[in-house]
């Protein structure tokens, strides 16, 4: 069992930056690959981010290359979500996921609560 909670979330305006990170706590963090969807009102959960159990390969959905930076630090269990630029159309519930490395919500096992990032026009 891995337990996932998010945090950074909040309101800014467009143009600005948000780090979110993600605490992973139980099973050995760096046997899972993790990742970051988001949720927008009234839309399916959809792919952000993701990265490989040792960090060294990454993917990100085509609106977030160039702006999202997925990273993470297995020493401190974190994983972590740098986003630039920021612009209304990102605005959603952001959830961190670990399990087998994919772009499928389906291939993560454990999910966190999700934190809500705002960004005003």
């Known amino acids: 069992q891995v337990q996932l909670v998010e945090s950074g979330g909040g309101l800014v305006q467009a143009g600005d930056s948000l780090t979110l990170s993600c605490a992973a706590s139980?099973?050995?963090?760096?046997?899972?690959?993790m990742a970051w969807f988001r949720q927008a009102p009234g839309k399916e959960r959809l792919f952000v981010a993701s990265i490989t159990r040792t960090g060294k390969v990454t993917h990100y959905t085509e609106s977030a290359k160039g702006r999202f930076t997925i990273s993470r630090d297995n020493g401190k269990n974190t994983v972590y979500l740098q986003m630039y630029n920021l612009n209304p159309e990102d605005t959603a519930v952001y959830y961190c996921?670990?399990?087998?490395?994919?772009?499928?919500?389906?291939?993560?096992?454990?999910w966190g609560q999700g934190t809500q990032v705002t960004v005003s026009s």
């Open positions: 139980g099973h050995t963090f760096s046997n899972y690959a």
């Open positions: 996921a670990a399990g087998t490395y994919s772009f499928s919500a389906e291939s993560y096992n454990y």
